[in-house]
């Protein structure tokens, strides 16, 4: 028994030693959403990346406050009224690449990846699945990727004057270059 | 045995997990950063009064503010909505420290232009700051036609002037309070009894009903005891909805001039004798100039 915990901390150890780890902290998240009476955009361009290519580990934190909007009276109610930056400051993600095995970090290319993990926005957290690619060069990685977000599943509700006016589903575009860590 | 080993490793490999990923979120290591408070009032004004809110850079605020008369008129006035006193004003961020402003109400025919610098913004985080601060100034000119032509009438007997520090603090995401000192300097006014040079002590409020309606409340109190004798101070109270780019207010108050130097010093109506008007404010902001992010 003893052998065997042992065995597990060295695997442990071992695994987390050599591991290599990307880290980027301006990385950018835009969200969009087009409804019928108003277009929502916004982008921030402060996102925590990082990314450890041995065990596929995939976390992003984003400070909700570093939302920029076009009009800065939607900036102000997005943080005020909807996701409540004071309560919630950080969003928060943590997954893994499924297809680790199918990107060779060490060679240079575009290489498409899915990523599972939970998502946690203005306190609650719930699984989310996102396909995208990895371009790989020499200096680092690129991460983007588009997927969907029901912003009801997160506790954000939109009263009913304004029901029509913002949509429920935004598309949220991922543009994170990441650095290896030395 | 042997399930209970498996079992115990496969525990520590899932909390493994967990940790691993939590430490690769430890990575981020984010010095602390200042905080400031937001939205500590849903729009540039409290009811009649400034608030501690300027426009974002690049945003443009058109006010419509308009009184009625007095309700206790009766029936005869249809209980003051036969008259009328309106302001049309707007109101622009050149940064998010500096507004320009201006306007012109029919009370008196007086222009108005006005600037509202912030000082001291809350916070909390790295640098903690208990209030906000900011000066508001306000110049107005009186364009009534002179009624006694035999006295010698200076273009300077015209103006009016306001003076004014606004300290607020945000409490909580319900509850914020104004103090407003205020100074108002008139060249001109009717009889000695008044004085030229006004004091008074505003305060405000307002208390958040949901996240998009409010109740404020404002009061003025005047220190400047010939002014205090003769007027009575201003207190207006209102309810607030805001919709996206719009807040709308619909108040009642004993203040017929809507500028900061008529109703502060001028307020003829006696709360306790039900000299008492209702008013409305809408505004709608409109953005001129985009972040930097979103110019094309």
């Known amino acids: 028994m003893k052998k065997i915990i042992l065995f597990v901390f060295i695997l442990l150890i071992a695994n987390t030693s050599f591991a290599q780890r990307y880290l980027s902290k301006t990385g950018s998240i835009s969200f969009y959403s087009d409804a019928p009476l108003e277009k929502i955009e916004a982008q921030n361009h402060q996102v925590n990346c990082a990314l450890d290519t041995k065990s596929g580990f995939f976390v992003v934190k984003i400070l909700m406050r570093s939302f920029i909007f076009e009009k800065a009276l939607m900036q102000e109610h997005f943080n005020e009224d909807y996701v409540e930056s004071d309560k919630f400051p950080n969003a928060f993600f943590k997954g893994k690449i499924v297809n680790l095995k199918d990107i060779n970090f060490s060679k240079p290319g575009i290489y498409s990846a899915v990523i599972e993990g939970q998502m946690t926005i203005h306190g609650i957290t719930r699984p989310v699945k996102a396909k995208g690619t990895f371009t790989i060069s020499k200096n680092g990685i690129l991460a983007r990727a588009k997927f969907p977000l029901k912003i009801g599943n997160y506790g954000i509700s939109i ?3 304004l029901t029509g006016k913002i949509a429920t589903e935004v598309e949220i575009s991922t543009n994170i270059y990441l650095k290896p860590l030395k | 045995m042997k399930k209970i080993g498996t079992f115990f490793i496969l525990t520590i490999l899932f909390t493994a997990q967990l940790f691993a990923q939590d430490n690769l979120m430890s990575l981020f290591n984010e010095p ?8 500590s009032f849903k729009i540039t004004r409290i009811v009649l009064g400034q608030s501690i809110v300027n426009p974002g850079k690049g945003n443009l605020i058109f006010v419509i503010q308009h009184h009625f008369g007095y309700v206790n008129q009766g029936a005869y006035d249809f209980f003051g909505l036969d008259q009328a006193t309106i302001r049309l004003g707007f109101e622009y961020g050149i940064t998010n420290w500096l507004m320009i402003g201006v306007g012109r109400s029919s009370y008196g025919k007086t222009y108005d232009g006005n ?6 913004r809350q916070s909390t985080g790295k ?3 208990p209030v906000s601060i900011s000066y508001f100034g306000s110049l107005g000119i ?3 036609r002179q009624q006694d032509k035999t006295i010698d009438y200076y273009f300077t007997n015209r103006l009016t002037f306001l003076n004014q520090i606004l300290i607020a ?5 319900r509850i914020s309070l104004q103090l407003t000192p205020s100074l108002i300097h008139r060249n001109l006014v009717a009889t ?8 008074a002590l505003g305060g405000g409020g307002r208390f958040l009903l949901t996240k998009h309606t409010s109740i404020d409340a404002e009061y003025f109190y005047l220190l400047s005891k010939k002014t205090a004798a003769n007027y009575h101070n201003s207190f207006s109270i209102g309810f607030n909805i ?10 009642v108050s004993n203040s017929q001039g809507i500028i900061g130097q008529n109703f502060i010093p001028g307020s003829i109506g006696d709360w306790l004798k039900g000299d008492v008007l209702i008013g409305f404010n809408i505004t709608r902001t409109f953005v001129l100039k985009k972040p930097k992010e979103f110019r094309k």
């Open chain 1, 159 to 161: 009263p009913d004057v």
């Open chain 2, 32 to 39: 602390p950063q200042t905080v400031y408070t937001e939205a």
């Open chain 2, 115 to 120: 600037l509202k610098v912030k000082i001291l």
């Open chain 2, 127 to 129: 640098r903690v700051m």
């Open chain 2, 142 to 144: 009186n364009t009534l």
């Open chain 2, 169 to 173: 603090r945000k409490f909580n995401r």
């Open chain 2, 192 to 199: 000695p009894q008044i004085d030229n040079n006004t004091w």
């Open chain 2, 242 to 251: 805001e919709t996206g780019g719009h807040v709308f207010q619909v108040y």
